[in-house]
């Protein structure tokens, strides 16, 4: 077997021990200086080593990610012969990484530019309680498949707002009304616990989003680090699912993105763009 960094293992102790990467970055490096390593990890780096993209440089600081999530030093290297796939990662599929629904949701989003490098975006999707829970589709993965007014709007024309406790009883009620196709506990716990959790929504959001960007910079040759900060502006819950509104604080050179937006409107479409820059631009009061 080939030699190569598994980050699988920090995502399963980060979902077991409910940490975002931000909490487990911070209580790493906590580790880190109480065992007198040197050290302090963002959760940037925490994301680049969960998707296999970098790893720690430092041989020291390898053996002690081991030992702090508990895995031998031969399984986070990859050396062991069975190693676990994370959920989160298995499931997303898109044509490419230069034209992923992630860059696509931020390309044609509620747009503002504060200088040549600073850019804010903010999208809109909906996540249903209505699935196939027989596929093998992920179900606390974050789908981006409304890409229009009239998506969103038909998921909401028999919806009415609720809170999140509320949401439970139909989550409840559905499981139980859907019971023989839940194939085994792993699936029902991240359609109960993960899929409308907006904070669980927003870190994969950021995550995709930040490995796509990059590698789109890398792929057509800038020498630059882009940096992806993401955050849940709305969050509705209703009885058909979770209306959520995501926005990124991005820091990247306007050129990458007047390039990404030009290459997109050439791949998609002109009217297909449009009608996702609409829906991207309403506000929330606009929905019911």
């Not at 190693?83 to 503002?112: A, H, Q, W």
């Not at 009304?177 to 870190?203: A, H, V």
């Amino acid at each position: 077997m080939t030699k190569s960094f598994n980050g699988n293992y920090i995502t399963e102790y980060r979902e077991k021990n409910n940490l975002t990467q931000a909490k487990f970055a911070a209580k790493f490096n906590a580790y880190l200086k109480e065992h007198g390593i040197d050290g302090m990890y963002s959760n940037k780096a925490i994301s680049m080593w969960e998707n296999g993209n970098r790893e720690p440089q430092n041989l020291d600081v390898t053996k002690a990610l081991a030992e702090f999530i508990g895995v031998s030093i031969e399984a986070l290297c990859n050396t062991a012969e069975t190693v676990s796939v994370c959920f989160r990662r298995s499931y997303r599929n898109p044509e490419n990484t230069v034209f992923s629904d992630e860059l696509k949701e931020f390309v044609f989003g509620d747009i503002k530019f504060f200088d040549n490098e600073n850019i804010k975006s903010s999208f809109w999707t909906f996540v249903p309680i209505d699935i196939n829970l027989l596929s093998d589709f992920d179900p606390g993965a974050l789908d981006l498949d409304y890409e229009s007014v009239f998506d969103i709007k038909q998921e909401l024309k028999d919806a009415k707002i609720i809170n999140q406790y509320e949401l439970n009883d139909y989550l409840c009620d559905y499981v139980i009304e859907n019971k023989s196709f839940i194939k085994d506990g792993q699936m029902l716990s991240r359609f109960l616990f993960n899929r409308f959790n907006p904070e669980s929504l927003r870190e994969i959001y950021e995550t995709f989003l930040y490995d796509d960007a990059n590698n789109y910079a890398d792929e057509y040759g800038y020498n630059v680090e882009i940096s992806i900060d993401c955050k849940v502006i709305d969050a509705i819950y209703t009885t058909a699912g979770l209306l959520i509104r995501i926005e990124t604080s991005a820091k990247m050179p306007q050129e990458i993105f007047n390039q990404m937006h030009r290459e997109f409107c050439n791949e998609i479409g002109f009217e297909r763009a449009s009608d996702i820059s609409v829906k991207n631009n309403k506000t929330a009061d606009f929905w019911f």
